[in-house]
């Protein structure tokens, strides 16, 4: 292998802060605000005329959800289904625990095949479990074909939308990395290469063509498995999916377990409802179908990895498993007000924005400061769940986890126990929290702290000291008033004096 970079780095890095250090750091970058400002306006809007054209969009939405709730709570029973069927058509199923004995499954696959060249379909799954580096350590390049993909990989960048990887960076930008990196992939950009949108669509669909007819392996992921059949699916809008899925002899998938439907009647649902809220399409251009293997037609050879790693113990969780619903339209994302400003690199993720702050630290487990801080992530204002077409209730699942970094910490495995770690900081919140309970539980106590409070208001502080910085820091602390209600009450009988 040469010193070329083939992957994408590692997210999060180990020393990746939390998110308020990293969100602090990128609101004061103009350019990438500015950048996702207009891209998350205009999907919004696109999204809102294209939802609002459904008269039936609240019961496709209700129908969803009740479909994934359903396949999660009988996910064995289905995934058993799924594993008959596609053997029976004539692929390969293999089951991967964690991220580590997925990616040796795909590179002993890949090593097999004598190849150590592969293309790529646009992937959150492979992503999240760092494929590409792990492919390079055995010596494999691995080609990301998606155009944004394209532009993240060969700018030694990492992805920060799930729909839109490089929403980050402009059209003068993406010249300038087709510009200066094209050339040690393969194919360099065309001389005289300008910013127009055309011009850089151009450059990349001649920069992969050879890469797609040379490629004996080609790696997907799947929006879909049906388990009736054992049929896998990839909705997209550029082709290159469709000339990764046909043109390889070996096509490997890597999917999340939670990515299966019973039956192709439940599919009818998600494509319609999907494209409408991720790209804002009636339909999205390219549906891809494939079940097993066919003699003439496709892949001569195709191994599904169906992934685990941290999905089962988020089943376990009543409250949060309702993330494990999601179907990577990134339409919370659009409308956060936190990731508009913050974008996703803050998120140290590869699930940035709202659903990236209550899937990741369940995955991943809360053990570090980044995840430990995803919860607080968001500013409950509930649009992430007004706009979800499987109705993830974010916002009840973020307070959630929230409760469980403050009470638990990490959660540790060990047989069949479960056992909670103290939770690391937090304490004064704790602290605060049951000095609040022992006063409403004493109302003699809360009235005397009122009137206190209400006859020293002219000496209190703007902000906290101490741990409570973090709380009002960014905020002013309430004016106390002159005056206690439960006074006030007492003084006018109830307002009905017309006293003020």
């Known amino acids: 292998m040469s ?42 809007a696109k999204r809102a005329r294209a939802v609002a054209e459904v008269s039936d969009w609240a019961a496709l939405r209700e129908a969803g959800k009740r479909i994934k709730d359903h396949t999660l ?33 795909v590179a002993d696959l890949v090593k097999a095949t004598g190849e150590t060249e592969v293309v790529k379909v646009k992937s959150m799954a492979t992503q999240e479990i760092g494929l590409n580096e792990a492919l390079e350590a055995e010596g494999i390049r691995a080609y990301e074909t998606d155009l944004a993909e394209l532009i993240v990989q060969l700018g030694h960048d990492r992805p920060s939308h799930i729909l839109v990887p490089a929403i980050h960076r402009n059209r003068g930008e993406i010249r300038d990395i087709f510009r200066r990196e094209m050339g040690a992939w393969g194919r360099p950009a065309p001389e005289g290469l300008t910013d127009t949108p055309a011009e850089l669509a151009e450059a990349a669909r001649l920069h992969l063509r050879e890469k797609f ?30 000339m990764c899925l046909t043109l390889p002899e070996t096509l490997i998938s890597v999917v999340g377990i939670e990515k299966i439907v019973p039956s192709w009647q439940d599919l009818e649902v998600f494509l319609q409802t999907l494209p409408r809220s991720s790209t804002a399409e009636r339909m999205n251009p ?10 003439g037609d496709g892949p001569s050879t195709f191994h599904l990895v169906l992934l685990d ?6 089943l376990a969780d009543e409250v949060g498993r309702q993330a494990l619903r999601c179907i990577r339209c990134s339409a919370c994302l659009n409308v956060c007000p936190v990731y508009e400003r913050a974008g996703g690199h803050a998120y140290g993720s590869v699930y940035p924005g709202p659903i990236g702050a ?7 487990g809360t053990q570090s400061e980044i995840d430990a801080s995803l919860p607080y992530a968001s500013s409950l204002c509930g649009a992430c769940y007004e706009v979800c077409p499987v109705a993830i209730d974010i ?44 006063a409403f539980s004493h109302p003699a106590a809360l009235r005397t702290g009122q009137r206190l409070a209400s006859r020293t208001r002219r000496v209190h502080p703007r902000t906290l000291p101490g741990p409570g910085k973090a709380w009002s820091g960014t905020r002013d602390l309430p004016a106390v008033p002159a005056e206690p209600f439960r006074d006030w009450w007492q003084r006018t009988d109830g307002g009905r004096s017309g006293a003020k």
């Open 3 to 44: 010193g070329t970079y083939l992957g994408m780095p590692v997210f999060p890095p180990p020393t990746h802060p939390a998110f308020p250090k990293a969100a602090h750091e990128a609101v004061s970058n103009p350019t990438l605000r500015g950048n996702l400002r207009h891209a998350t306006h205009t999907i919004r």
């Open 73 to 105: 709570r009988h996910l064995d029973r289905y995934l058993v289904r799924l594993e008959e069927s596609v053997t029976a058509a004539g692929g390969t199923v293999h089951w991967a625990a964690d991220a580590e004995e997925a990616n040796r499954i």
């Open 213 to 242: 007819l040379r490629a004996k392996v080609g790696i997907s992921g799947a929006n879909f498995m049906v388990a009736e059949t054992g049929t896998l699916v990839v909705v997209e809008s550029e082709g290159n999916g469709r």
């Open 286 to 295: 390219y549906t891809s179908m494939w079940t097993g293997t066919t003699d």
């Open 309 to 314: 790693n941290g999905r089962t113990d988020t």
């Open 358 to 364: 209550i899937l990741s630290p369940q995955l991943r």
């Open 395 to 438: 916002p009840e699942v973020l307070v959630h986890l929230r409760e469980r970094v403050v009470e638990g910490g990490e959660t540790v495995r060990g047989g069949n126990k479960v056992v909670l770690k103290p939770a690391k900081g937090h304490a004064a919140e704790r602290a605060a929290m049951r000095a609040a309970r022992w």
